[in-house]
């Protein structure tokens, strides 16, 4: 059994495909849907969505900044703020992310900057974790 999956940000599409099984970070933790799972619409927050491709092995990682996951019984769609292959995902980049954005935190100035450097951190933190679970599955 499989169901269309899209995933998809205001830039280009993702992925488009059957598959057998997707992982989403959901504001409320991360949810794992199969075919025919019950209807569905929620958040998503900062953090990689993993989808097993249909009939295959592989399984395919995309980071997300964010957005809204939607779940039918035949076809799952998360619309992202914005996204990033796994593949392209930057280390060294995410690393002076998480820098900037921890040093920030603690030179704040007004409360406005701190929420958009902890907004900043958890973007960094959850593009270092995609890349820690791609060399996992390596």
């Not at 592989?58 to 992202?80: F, K, N, R």
């Not at 030179?107 to 933190?125: G, P, Q, S, T, Y």
Request: proline residues 4%; without cysteine; aromatic residues 4%.
């Amino acid at each position: 059994m499989t169901m269309q999956v899209e995933i998809v940000s205001a830039e280009e599409s993702f992925y488009s495909g059957p598959a057998e099984f997707v992982a989403a970070p959901s504001i409320l933790g991360e949810v794992g849907i199969y075919p025919r799972h019950a209807p569905m619409l929620t958040r998503i927050k900062p953090g990689s969505v993993r989808v097993k491709r249909a009939m295959s092995d592989e399984e395919d990682l995309i980071y997300v900044s964010g957005g809204i996951l939607e779940v039918q019984p035949d076809i799952v769609t998360v619309l992202a703020d914005s996204a990033i292959r796994g593949a392209d995902l930057d280390e060294a980049k995410a690393q002076e992310a998480k820098l900037r954005a921890q040093d920030a935190m603690k030179n704040r100035e007004a409360a406005m900057e701190f929420a958009n450097a902890e907004a900043e951190l958890a973007e960094a933190i959850a593009q270092l974790a995609a890349i820690e679970k791609l060399r996992k599955k390596r």
